[in-house]
C-alpha cells in the first residue's frame, strides 16, 4: 500500500527559531497565515504532532473554517481530518483539548507504553503500539491502511527531524515571520542530523509566498533545484 504524501508546516522566526523559552505559546503566523494553514488541514487525511507539543501548546488541531469542512464532507470524507500524536513516555494528559474536538484520534507509542495509554485515554483515541520503538515507516504503513494518502506535520522540530533525516518528508512548508527571537535555547525547526542528499543537496523551491508580512517558502527535499551554486 503507497505511504501517505508527507507534508511538513512549519513557522519560524528570521533567525530560526519555532518558538521562544518563555511558558506562553510565541504567535508567528499572522491572522492571514493561520487562514492558509487551516487551508492546508483542510486538504490533509491527517495531521500529526509530537507530544511536546501537545503538552506544551495544548493545540486542538481543528480545520476551523465551516466552509473547508463542508467542503469536505461533499467530497465523501470526515469533516475533520484524523488527529496523530506520537509519544514514546505515554505521558499524554487525557484533558489536552487535543483529545476532545475534531474528529477521529490516533496515538501511536512504543509496546511499553500502550497499556498505560490505553488506561488513560480510555477511548479518546486509537492507542497503536508498533514495537520496542515507534519506527515512523511502519507508522505511515498503518495510516496507509487506514486510508490516509496526504499526512501534515505540525511539528514540533524533534519530529521534523526525523521525518527529513528518515527521508519520509515530501514537501516543506516554512512559513518566515518578520521577528527574533535571540535566545540560542529555543527551539529550532530541526536538530542536528543527516539531512536527505548531505549538506550540499539544494532542495526545490516549489513556492515563494507574500502572507501579508510572513514569507511562504514551499521546498520539495527530494528534488533538486538545479541551480548553480558558484
Ligand atoms: N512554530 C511552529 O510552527 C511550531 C509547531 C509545532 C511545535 N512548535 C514548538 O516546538 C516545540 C516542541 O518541539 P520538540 O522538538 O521539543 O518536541 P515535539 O517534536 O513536539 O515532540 C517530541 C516528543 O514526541 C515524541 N516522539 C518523537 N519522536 C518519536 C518517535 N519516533 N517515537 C515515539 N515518540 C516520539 C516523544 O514524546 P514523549 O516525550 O511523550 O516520549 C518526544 O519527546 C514547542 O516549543 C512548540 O511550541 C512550534
Same mark, same amino acid.
Given at each position: 500500500?503507497?505511504?501517505?504524501?508527507?507534508?511538513?508546516?512549519?513557522?519560524?522566526?528570521?533567525?530560526?527559531?519555532?518558538?521562544?523559552?518563555?511558558?506562553?505559546? +510565541? =504567535?508567528?503566523?499572522?491572522?492571514?497565515?493561520?487562514?492558509?494553514?487551516?487551508?492546508?488541514?483542510?486538504?490533509?487525511?491527517?495531521?500529526?504532532?509530537? *507530544?511536546?507539543?501537545?503538552?506544551?501548546?495544548?493545540?486542538?488541531?481543528?480545520?476551523?473554517?465551516?466552509?473547508?469542512?463542508?467542503?469536505?464532507? %461533499?467530497?465523501? +470524507?470526515?469533516?475533520?481530518?484524523?488527529?496523530? *500524536?506520537?509519544?514514546?513516555?505515554?505521558?499524554?494528559?487525557?484533558? $489536552?483539548?487535543?483529545?476532545?474536538?475534531?474528529?477521529?484520534?490516533?496515538?501511536?507509542?512504543?509496546?511499553?507504553?500502550? *497499556?498505560?495509554?490505553? $488506561?488513560?485515554?480510555?477511548?479518546?483515541?486509537?492507542?497503536?503500539? +508498533?514495537?520496542?520503538?515507534?519506527?515512523?515507516?511502519?507508522?505511515?504503513?498503518?495510516?496507509?491502511?487506514?486510508?490516509?494518502?496526504?499526512?501534515?506535520?505540525?511539528?514540533?522540530?524533534?519530529?521534523?527531524?526525523?521525518?527529513?533525516?528518515?527521508? +519520509? %518528508?515530501?514537501?516543506?512548508?516554512? *512559513?518566515?515571520?518578520?521577528?527574533?527571537?535571540?535566545?540560542?535555547?529555543?527551539?529550532?525547526?530541526?536538530?542536528?542530523?543527516?539531512?536527505?542528499?548531505?549538506?550540499?543537496?539544494?532542495?526545490? $523551491?516549489?513556492?515563494?509566498?507574500?502572507?501579508?508580512?510572513?514569507?511562504?517558502?514551499?521546498?520539495?527535499?527530494?528534488?533538486?533545484?538545479?541551480?548553480?551554486? =558558484?
Amino acid at each position: 500500500m503507497q505511504r501517505p504524501y508527507v507534508l511538513l508546516s512549519c513557522a519560524m522566526s528570521v533567525d530560526g527559531y519555532i518558538d521562544d523559552t518563555t511558558p506562553e505559546r +510565541l =504567535s508567528l503566523s499572522n491572522v492571514k497565515d493561520f487562514d492558509r494553514v487551516d487551508e492546508v488541514r483542510a486538504e490533509s487525511d491527517a495531521i500529526l504532532i509530537g *507530544a511536546t507539543t501537545m503538552r506544551r501548546d495544548n493545540p486542538r488541531l481543528l480545520v476551523n473554517s465551516e466552509s473547508r469542512r463542508a467542503r469536505r464532507v %461533499a467530497q465523501g +470524507l470526515p469533516p475533520y481530518p484524523l488527529k496523530v *500524536a506520537i509519544t514514546t513516555s505515554g505521558d499524554l494528559d487525557p484533558d $489536552l483539548r487535543f483529545w476532545h474536538s475534531g474528529g477521529e484520534k490516533v496515538v501511536y507509542c512504543p509496546d511499553a507504553a500502550a *497499556a498505560k495509554l490505553r $488506561l488513560t485515554l480510555h477511548d479518546l483515541a486509537d492507542v497503536v503500539n +508498533l514495537g520496542p520503538t515507534v519506527d515512523l515507516g511502519r507508522m505511515l504503513d498503518d495510516l496507509a491502511s487506514r486510508g490516509v494518502r496526504r499526512l501534515m506535520v505540525e511539528g514540533g522540530g524533534t519530529i521534523h527531524t526525523q521525518f527529513l533525516t528518515q527521508g +519520509l %518528508a515530501d514537501e516543506i512548508h516554512l *512559513a518566515i515571520a518578520p521577528i527574533f527571537v535571540g535566545d540560542s535555547n529555543a527551539p529550532r525547526f530541526v536538530n542536528p542530523g543527516n539531512f536527505p542528499g548531505g549538506t550540499g543537496h539544494r532542495m526545490a $523551491l516549489a513556492e515563494v509566498r507574500a502572507v501579508d508580512d510572513v514569507v511562504l517558502l514551499r521546498y520539495l527535499p527530494k528534488e533538486s533545484s538545479g541551480s548553480p551554486t =558558484s
